[in-house]
């Protein structure tokens, strides 16, 4: 659900530096569906990438020069799509092309939690996840494709739908078919396929994008592999913890708990006062100020005992249905897919990762392996889901 600043912060020497150059957007091909616009936002050479990482010392010894391929050239993409209510609307991301010959695999990575427009993919600003995980990404030869989602970038007038799986998946899904078109566009060589991954919010959005890529009729995408780190899977269960036990009561926590509430509340007209939810005075500082509200409290001792009531035995059906909607995990993936979920995760419960396992496995998928990481949290879990991804993808082809 969110890249927690010192997360962020232990990897900025390893993944990136960054080169500002803007140039004015291409015109895009009038045949083009999706596609809008263009913009070249800079380069970075190998040596530089290898410099960085070498220099950092995160790297352990480890002879990077020998994985590190190439530089790549950032782009940001402007695309038609969807707003949450069907509305027509553009929205924006992040491609990153190799510098190399010969024709390329293409990985999509959905970003974890974001709170600000800054933050956003497509603004490329140093520190943030896809500055740090896409030239990387991008120097072991993969076209990386970095979707900002709606709230963000080009879209930044709109609210972000936090953790809506409908929205998250489609908006992802539109941003591919205009990555697609932008490659054949540019001459850039693409094999058709498709790798994608994402990590918290990021994993939820890669889950709900993998179903919407197996749907597809006559795909333009070879999906191999599919890898979702600890994601917010199973909304219902998650929910039902989070009212009937003690968790962490962090601010910072509470705020994304607050918000996937208050974000159901809107997109599925339930129209309800905060009242509803929690007790005073909590109910009217969530009321005024949304995520923003400071509660450090863990979150069972404020909600209230009707709505508590209504989830634990079936009563509140609106609320409920807006939960099971955004249940990830419901569907039998045709795709290798890795799970990864730390044991200790006190954000996004391990629960989520392991339910969303066994409904799978037990709705008869082949091909879905579950990592656990044993003592790891939602932030020491990252660089391994990162190494197992690497792995997970290379051993499939």
């Known amino acids: 659900m969110k890249f927690v600043n010192r997360q962020i912060s232990a990897w900025v020497g390893l993944w990136m530096i960054l080169l500002v150059?803007?140039?004015?957007?291409?015109?895009?091909?009038?045949?083009?569906?999706?596609?809008?616009?263009?913009?070249?936002?800079?380069?970075?050479?190998?040596?530089?990438?290898?410099?960085?990482?070498?220099?950092?010392?995160l790297a352990g010894g480890v002879p990077v020069s020998a994985f590190i391929q190439n530089g790549c050239t950032v782009y940001r993409l402007t695309y038609h799509t969807k707003n949450t209510d069907g509305t027509a609307i553009d929205a924006s991301g992040l491609?990153?092309?190799?510098?190399?010959?010969?024709?390329?695999?293409?990985?999509?990575?959905?970003h974890g939690t974001i709170t600000t427009n800054s933050q956003a993919p497509s603004v490329f600003t140093a520190g943030t996840e896809a500055t740090l995980v896409g030239p990387f990404a991008a120097a072991l030869g993969y076209i990386v494709v970095y979707p900002d989602y709606l709230g963000y970038g080009a879209s930044q007038q709109t609210?972000?739908?936090?953790?809506?799986?409908?929205?998250?998946?489609?908006?992802?899904?539109?941003?591919?078919?205009?990555?697609?078109?932008?490659?054949?566009?540019?001459?850039?060589?693409?094999?058709?396929?498709?790798?994608?991954?994402?990590?918290?919010?990021?994993?939820?959005?890669?889950?709900?994008?993998?179903?919407?890529?197996?749907?597809?009729?006559?795909?333009?995408f070879q999906l191999k592999a599919s890898s979702c780190g600890s994601g917010a899977y199973d909304k219902t269960s998650f929910t039902k913890y989070l009212i009937n036990n003690t968790t962490s009561g962090a601010p910072s926590a509470n705020s994304l708990y607050i918000w996937v509430l208050t974000t159901y509340n809107r997109l599925y007209n339930l129209k309800r006062p905060m009242t509803d939810?929690?007790?005073?005075?909590?109910?009217?500082?969530?009321?005024?100020?949304?995520?923003?509200?400071?509660?450090?409290?863990?979150?069972?001792?404020?909600?209230?005992?009707?709505?508590?009531?209504?989830?634990?035995?079936?009563?509140?059906?609106?609320f409920l249905n807006a939960l099971k909607d955004n249940d990830a995990?419901?569907?039998?993936?045709?795709?290798?897919?890795?799970?990864?979920?730390?044991?200790?995760?006190?954000?996004?419960?391990?629960?989520?990762?392991?339910?969303?396992?066994?409904?799978?496995?037990?709705?008869?998928?082949?091909?879905?392996?579950?990592?656990?990481?044993?003592?790891?949290?939602?932030?020491t879990a990252l660089p391994d889901f990162l190494l197992a991804t690497i792995q997970f993808f290379s051993a499939n082809p």
């Open 21 to 57: 150059a803007s140039c004015t957007p291409k015109d895009p091909n009038p045949t083009n569906t999706y596609l809008v616009s263009s913009e070249k936002i800079t380069q970075l050479t190998k040596e530089q990438i290898i410099t960085q990482i070498t220099q950092s010392g």
């Open 95 to 110: 491609v990153l092309v190799p510098d190399r010959s010969g024709a390329l695999s293409m990985m999509s990575v959905q």
């Open 159 to 220: 609210e972000h739908p936090y953790e809506h799986r409908e929205s998250l998946g489609a908006t992802s899904l539109d941003m591919l078919m205009a990555a697609k078109e932008f490659v054949a566009t540019n001459g850039v060589s693409w094999n058709n396929k498709l790798y994608i991954a994402g990590y918290s919010e990021g994993g939820f959005a890669t889950m709900a994008l993998q179903q919407k890529l197996e749907q597809l009729t006559n795909s333009p």
């Open 277 to 318: 939810f929690f007790k005073e005075p909590y109910a009217t500082q969530i009321q005024n100020q949304g995520r923003a509200a400071s509660v450090g409290v863990s979150l069972n001792t404020i909600i209230t005992d009707s709505f508590k009531k209504g989830l634990n035995d079936g009563s509140d059906t609106g």
């Open 329 to 379: 995990y419901t569907f039998v993936p045709k795709t290798p897919t890795l799970l990864t979920h730390g044991t200790s995760d006190q954000l996004v419960f391990y629960l989520n990762s392991e339910n969303a396992y066994n409904a799978m496995k037990a709705k008869g998928a082949t091909n879905v392996t579950f990592t656990p990481f044993p003592g790891k949290g939602h932030d």
